[in-house]
Nanobody, 130 residues
Framework: QVQLVESGGGQVQAGGSLRLSCAAS????????MGWFRQAPGKAREFVAA????????SYADSVTARFTISRDNAVNTVYLQMNSLKPEDTAVYYC???????????????????????WGQGTQVTVSS
């Protein structure tokens, strides 16, 4: 069993930055593909970014490419999402996810509406004001 706890959300003005953290307990994250997702009010869940297990390959949604960076520190069992140049449309609850499967194309596999990881975090609110 893996418990995921997100932190780092908050309110920021457009153009600002936030760094989200996803800390895991129960098992090492080393064996998991990790992802960040978000859901805005009244909208479907959206894939944001993913990072593979050992080699740390990353993939991003088009809407956040060049602005967001996903990274992982297996030594402290934590995954991060650095968000720069934030826009009001980035406002959402952000969730991290842990998936024991390996994907050759994470964005395609994890971006489908029916996707379900092994574990979800509880979410952290990000609000970007204009």
């Amino acid at each position: 069993q893996v418990q995921l706890v997100e932190s780092g959300g908050g309110q920021v003005q457009a153009g600002g930055s936030l760094r989200l953290s996803c800390a895991a307990s129960g098992r090492t994250l080393r064996s998991y593909t990790m992802g960040w997702f978000r859901q805005a009010p009244g909208k479907a869940r959206e894939f944001v970014a993913a990072i593979s297990r050992e080699e740390s390959r990353t993939s991003y949604a088009d809407s956040v490419t060049a602005r967001f960076t996903i990274s992982r520190d297996n030594a402290v069992n934590t995954v991060y999402l650095q968000m720069n140049s934030l826009k009001p449309e980035d406002t959402a609850v952000y969730y991290c996810a842990a998936d024991s499967r390996w994907y050759i194309a994470p964005r395609q596999a994890m971006g489908v509406p029916s996707y379900e990881p092994d574990y979800w975090g509880q979410g952290t609110q990000v609000t970007v004001s204009s």
